[in-house]
């Protein structure tokens, strides 16, 4: 019986197939294989290991307690300069952020670099920094137009254009250096450079993206980036503290080091640090008010009428809490409290549970590339990206957090915004306002 002209084309498609070597790779008519790049081999750490930072006078202590000396005195500097910068205010801290987004874009960058072997590559890290260029000058434009818009336009009008354009003269210039990118493909690098292109823009979605969240909840109140920030802090320090005198149990494969009893000695520790610290912090206006531009002095200034969230409120206990408090001998059915303190618990607990995770990521990608640390700028704790993996994941959700919760409309940022605009249409808002409060009794003509 004859076979079928589908029955046979399927065996001579079938012979084909089973001719063909494993090794062989799969093509197709019209395709052209990429380079023989690939996945590049890693056999040795791409980026140099920590320097030896060890004093004289502590190589005599057991390596265990020299990293708790060297981690624990830079930990004190940091947060003494820390403070120090929180004291200039919000340009400092602005500038600050600026220079730890660049740091930690440096630090990605150069892994990616070192990996891929991209030394005779054109091109490429010029117009990496590039890139970052155009990304901030996007993300930061409205808040240079919301906080210094009156000054540019009263002192600086030949570059008001900037201001007003921004996200048009920023994406035109992202287009050139996109443009420059594909004139300079090289044969054989192709692979390598399209990898690199994505790396680049993986590691500006990281770094630019939450240094422009964290900046915008400065501005709203000093005193939740300050809680967010010293969270992280304390749950990093209480963590390595409870892990070092009483850790026995693992608690990640991706970070051997770190212990179920520091977790949970770190969660409770930052909780009650929070809640606490809140309420140092709430009674004063240059920590909770809104970070506003004074025209006359030149400078920000912080003061308002504080919201209800930063005046105390009486609150009643629920039925679990009064018998806890009962078996301990306080007779408690009210507590008075900034809901401030309520708030701050949220954010420390964010910080606790989940922020960790930020820097188990990392871990995961340091493993992957077989390095120890991103770099050596900070004795005792690595590069500024090991410092602040965690941070990154906090700014989203304290940004989501503020803007969801707590932000209410700032009436000096809609008036800073109607000087800028043109003396007509402030007269239109001014006839329209007024006409809006006669109608609704609060003024009479």
């Given amino acids: 019986m004859n076979s079928s002209p589908a029955m046979s ?17 799969p093509t197709s008519s019209g395709c052209v294989p990429p380079e023989t790049v690939g996945i590049p081999q890693i056999n040795e750490p791409p980026i140099p290991a920590q320097k030896d930072h060890v004093p004289t006078i502590l190589k005599r202590l057991p390596q265990r307690w020299q990293n708790w000396v060297i981690r ?16 200039m205010g919000p340009v400092a801290l602005t500038i600050l952020v600026l220079l730890i987004e660049m740091m930690c874009f440096h630090e990605i960058i150069s892994i990616g670099y070192a990996v891929y072997r991209s030394k005779d590559l054109p091109w490429f890290r010029s117009l990496s920094w590039y890139f970052l260029l155009c990304a901030n000058y996007f993300v930061y434009g409205q808040s240079l137009k919301d906080y210094f818009g009156i000054v540019l336009h009263r002192d600086f009008e030949f570059l008001q254009f900037l201001i007003d354009y921004y996200r048009f003269i920023s994406f035109i210039l992202y287009i050139f250096g996109f443009i420059f990118f594909v004139l300079s493909l090289v044969k054989n690098y192709y692979l390598v450079q399209f990898t690199l292109f994505g790396w680049t823009h993986i590691g500006l979605l990281i770094v630019v993206s939450q240094s422009n969240l964290l ?8 005193i939740w980036f300050i809680i967010s920030t010293l969270s992280v802090i304390c749950n990093d320090i209480m963590a390595y503290m409870f892990g070092f005198f009483f850790g026995r149990t693992s608690l990640i494969k991706l970070s051997p080091k770190k212990t179920w009893e520091g977790f949970i000695g770190a969660l409770f520790s930052t909780l009650v640090f929070a809640f606490f610290f809140a ?10 008010c809104p970070a506003m531009f004074d025209s006359e002095s030149h400078s920000f ?30 007779q408690l059915s009210t507590v008075t409290l900034y809901p401030a303190q309520l708030h701050a618990v949220v954010i420390a607990a964010f ?10 990521f990392a871990s995961g990608f340091k493993r992957a590339f077989k390095i120890k640390d991103f770099g050596d700028v900070i004795p005792g704790h690595g590069g500024i990206m090991d410092r602040f993996d965690c941070q990154f994941i906090m700014a989203s959700f304290l940004y989501v957090y503020i803007f969801t919760f707590l932000k209410t409309a700032n009436p000096q940022k809609l008036i800073q915004q109607l000087f800028q605009l043109p003396v007509e249409d402030q007269m239109t808002v001014y006839n329209s306002l007024q006409e809006h409060l006669v109608k609704s009794g609060a003024i009479e003509l």
């Fill in 279 to 288: 309420a140092i912090l709430a009674p004063h206006p240059y920590l909770t």
């Fill in 72 to 87: 624990g005195f830079f930990s004190m500097l940091l947060i003494l300069g820390f403070v120090l910068i929180i004291w």
């Fill in 351 to 360: 910080a606790s549970l989940v922020g960790p995770f930020g820097g188990f």
């Fill in 9 to 25: 084309e399927l065996r001579h498609r079938d012979g084909q197939a089973t001719d063909k070597t494993n090794d062989e790779p």
């Fill in 301 to 330: 200034v912080m003061r308002c009428t504080p919201s209800s969230t930063f005046h105390l409120k009486e609150y009643h206990l629920p039925m679990i809490l009064k018998d806890a408090f009962g078996i301990l001998g306080f």
């Fill in 215 to 222: 900046t915008q909840t400065m501005f709203e109140g000093l």
